[in-house]
């Protein structure tokens, strides 16, 4: 998969691809979840179908980020993530553009002639409620006459649907804000992971015979609900069963927010280190205990009841193949 990171009056396929024409779909993809998977999916059969490439048009920062500057929204994925979830995707071509004021003030016509022009668009695939351009004026049924004009077709695809609820990288943020981590599992079609570094705590978890991990994440990220989690943590390639506790640590100092991981088999330094972090289950909510032996006590039944969890989960292997590609977790490593 190549992918292109350029504005969008410069963008242009490599060589070997130039005199090919492109089946696209346009979006945040944020996530990557199963309904965006559908229409990848789709997509890719389509262009093989044709003897066209498959072309993904994203976009970072977020459009949200910059229409709603005020509201500052969360990422399920960071730009280097999203790459790696989709290297597997079967797309010829990703082509990240830069977000920006002046972007978001482009017509409709002009961007969508941009990429009849300059990826040789044939077919636009998007969602049925999917808008672009100045004031989102660039809906389905203004697309389908400006491909009728400028030479593309439009093809609009319904949302996947769980349980009468669309599937959406909005809906995943808020049952991840709820602790719901088993079920945004379905909707992700993988278990929601985060990537930071291992940085120096107040090493209390050494203290009481549980070492654990402090992870820092950037700010950006979506983080599950404040509790005590069932989780695979990955060293490189290696995987390890573990419990995360995400919150305040009432029992001590209620202090900043952190991601710390207790690494059930592991014995060793993770200073400076990268760790991914898949949530598998959630154990139960962050709570101040009366004592230290309390807390011990209570910590020593979270690790039996991960155990119990995790050795009857599927160990994420796409995951460590995704860390591993992963050099820089923040988005700021994304040329603009």
Request: aromatic share 8%; hydrophobic share 40%; proline share 5%.
């Amino acid at each position: 998969m190549h992918v292109l990171t350029s504005e969008i009056d410069q963008l242009g396929l490599p060589a070997e691809m130039a005199h090919m024409e492109s089946i696209v779909t346009i979006g945040a993809f944020d996530g990557i979840h199963i309904g965006h998977q559908a229409l990848i999916e789709r997509l890719v059969d389509r262009a093989r179908q044709q003897d066209r490439l498959a072309g993904l048009v994203t976009f970072y920062p977020h459009p949200a980020a910059i229409l709603s500057p005020r509201r500052p929204l969360p990422y399920l994925t960071t730009p280097g993530e999203k790459m790696a979830l989709l290297e597997s995707s079967g797309l010829d071509w990703l082509a990240i553009l830069p977000f920006t004021v002046q972007l978001a003030a482009t017509t409709p016509r002009d961007f969508v002639e941009q990429l009849h022009v300059r990826v040789r668009m044939r077919e636009m695939w998007v969602g049925t409620d999917f808008a672009l351009g100045r004031e989102r004026k660039g809906d389905v049924a203004t697309l389908r006459l400006l491909g009728q004009e400028i030479g593309f077709a439009i093809c609009d695809i319904p949302y996947v649907l769980r349980d009468q609820e669309k599937v959406s990288s909005t809906y995943i943020r808020d049952l991840l804000r709820r602790g719901h981590v088993e079920e945004t599992t379905h909707l992700l079609g993988r278990y929601y992971s985060i990537y930071g570094e291992v940085v120096h705590g107040a090493q209390r978890g050494r203290c009481l015979g549980f070492p654990t991990a402090n992870v820092l994440v950037p700010a950006d990220r979506v983080i599950p609900a404040d509790g005590i989690y069932a989780t695979f943590a990955y060293l490189g390639s290696e995987c390890y069963s573990s419990v995360t506790n995400v919150g305040v640590r009432p029992s001590f100092d209620n202090g900043e927010r952190s991601i710390e991981a207790y690494l059930l088999d592991y014995s060793g330094d993770l200073y400076g280190c990268d760790l991914a972090i898949a949530f598998v289950a959630r154990l139960r909510p962050e709570k101040r205990f009366r004592d230290i032996q309390a807390l011990i006590a209570q910590i020593g039944q979270d690790v039996k009841e991960a155990r119990q969890i995790l050795d009857a989960s599927a160990i994420p292997t796409a995951l460590g193949q995704i860390a591993n590609q992963i050099t820089d977790c923040r988005p700021s490593t994304v040329p603009e």
